[in-house]
């Protein structure tokens, strides 16, 4: 692994490394609420939103939209200063869909989010069918001289699952949006998720190949899980989902990560919510301890994150 973006030992090319070697420092993400709703919501894409969808189930009780995103930064950013000794900051707008909304609000809430001395950047979480070509068009001015990330949901390459989980777009819709925002400078991370109704480990892993293959800089991943208030905890309750078991999850998140590029950085690899809206599965793990999880499951097998991809790997080692 000499002269690849991963740590012998990590054995992932990790987000938190790939920040230290572009800013050369310790950089933390600081969730805000901007106000957006989803078009899967209000009834442009569909309603309902997805079977899994519940927004507080993710988000920070501090990030709420009524509260300036000047105060929601602040209070991050003293968060991660005293937790992790954090010096700058990425301003992360994560709540439903951050470009569905005219361009003047966008700009006003990304240049607001810039202005601050210790930004760096921002990251724009949003679904693949929600960006026109003016917030395009902003995001590369942005671009041209700060860091600028867009998270796009697109959580499964196959349309059958969209489709089953009332996601309201398409995967050529994912590729068409990968395509027009490539070569603007910004950073593209996708969201997968693993353990749908139905899915196949096979499935899931065929995506790593498949990412590797577009411009896409990041992923995260994690497993479905069930909170209260939405059609996923029904049908865990009337045993129409079954959750994936721990192993099974850490198995398909390795060989994931054998298929996948050491060029491309992992932000996430685990999702949990709130012990009180949470219904299943119930692993009781911390986002590190799912970490080393996934390392250790690694170390056992004597792989790394791209060890599949040989011609990969002989490229980024020169």
Known sequence: MTGSPIHSELRINSYGSYLRRRFSCRVSKVNVDGGFTCPNRDGSRGTGGCIYCDNSSFSPKETVAVIPIEEQMAAGMAYHRTRLASEKFIVYFQKFTNTYAPVEKLSDLYRRAL??????????????????????????????????????????????????????????????????????????????????????????????????????????????????????????????????????????????????????????????????IRVAPNWNLKNNQMWYAVVNELKRRGSWQGCRVGCEMRAVNG
């Open 115 to 276: 202005s601050h001395p210790d930004v760096v950047g921002i990251s724009v979480g949003t679904r693949p069918d929600s960006i026109d070509d003016d917030a395009v068009a902003l995001l590369t001015e942005l671009a041209r001289d700060r860091y600028v990330c867009v998270e796009l949901g697109l959580q499964s390459i196959d349309d059958a699952i969209l489709t089953g989980i009332n996601r309201g777009h398409t995967f050529a819709e994912y590729l068409s949006t990968v395509d027009r925002l490539a070569g603007r400078g910004i950073d593209i991370c996708t969201h997968l998720i693993y353990g749908f109704p139905g899915e196949k480990r096979s499935g899931f892993v065929k995506g790593a190949r498949l990412i590797s293959s577009l411009p896409v800089t990041a992923v995260k991943l994690h497993q479905l899980h069930a909170v209260e208030g939405t059609k996923l905890a029904r049908m865990y309750r009337d045993g129409s989902y079954l959750p994936i078991s721990l192993a099974e999850y850490v198995g398909a998140a390795c060989d994931f990560l054998e298929e996948l590029s050491p060029k491309v950085s992992i932000q996430r690899l685990y999702g949990s919510a709130p012990l009180s």
